[in-house]
């Protein structure tokens, strides 16, 4: 039997990469359809018949920043339907990870992970357990690991059970809301190294070669960071980068 497969992502290359991803991962015989928004991933789930019918998909991964909307609201959505939910994206941290697993998300894989880790993330599906990058399984432990402890992690409960809580992202040892930190704070590790090499002007190319990742995930990376320091070039960026001692 055929397994109908959705890939919600905006970027083609991202698109195309993810779609060797899945075809390396299972044996079974895949029917893939690619889309780069919502709109269209809505009228193919409707096209089968609604996010519950019978023949309708049975694995959808969902990139998270979408050019018509989150790629939450469609996690939300998708919520009565039995197919295997997974976010592909590039964001590790928490303000990401979690409210994803709230929605629904039944598995959290890095674009940026490499194409064997990828893979095999995704077979763990037909063990029954949840495909997470390793950097989110070590944030779960993290998240799950009482404070300053040096004990085992607290073991995780493969349907994310333990996730139902609402999570506050900015908050002290005792749990008490903190304001969040200025933008700029807020850029993952990688995100940091992509604006250093970026300010000391090294190009696209040169940034993925030196980092060894794909031309494509950097500049993902770049328009997340402009996104974040509301900046629109490379010249505003390297002046922030200069003041936070990046450069």
């Excluded at 992970?113 to 763990?124: A, G, K, P, T, Y």
């Excluded at 409960?157 to 933008?183: C, I, K, Q, W, Y």
Aim: charged residues 25%; aromatic residues 6%.
């Amino acid at each position: 039997m055929t397994v109908k497969v959705l890939i919600i992502e905006d970027n083609p290359v991202a698109r195309s990469f993810l779609c060797r991803v899945v075809r390396e991962s299972f044996s079974d015989a895949m029917e893939i359809t690619e889309v780069g928004d919502l709109e269209n991933a809505r009228r193919q789930v409707a096209k089968q018949g609604g996010p519950a019918a019978e023949g309708s998909f049975k694995l959808i991964l969902v990139d998270l920043e979408l050019p018509d909307g989150s790629g939450m609201e469609m996690l939300s959505e998708l919520a009565g339907s039995p197919a295997i939910k997974i976010v592909t994206t590039l964001y590790s941290d928490d303000d990401h990870l979690f409210p994803a697993l709230q929605c629904g998300a039944d598995g959290y894989l890095l674009k940026e992970d490499r194409f064997e880790v990828l893979v095999e993330e995704l077979q763990r599906i037909v063990r029954g357990q949840p495909p997470l990058s390793p950097a989110i399984a070590r944030r779960l432990l993290s998240h799950f690991r009482p404070t300053g402890s040096d004990t085992s992690p607290t073991p995780l409960n493969s349907g994310f059970g333990g996730l139902s809580s609402a999570h506050a992202p900015f908050a002290n040892s005792r749990g008490v809301a903190l304001d969040p930190p200025p933008e700029w704070e807020r850029l993952t590790p990688r995100e940091s190294e992509v604006l250093t090499y970026l300010s000391k002007g090294f190009t696209i190319k040169e940034i993925a070669n030196l980092m060894g990742i794909k031309w494509f995930t950097v500049n993902d990376h770049i328009k997340s960071i402009y996104k974040k320091l509301n900046v629109s070039s490379r010249a505003e960026a390297a002046v922030l980068a200069s003041k936070q001692g990046l450069v």
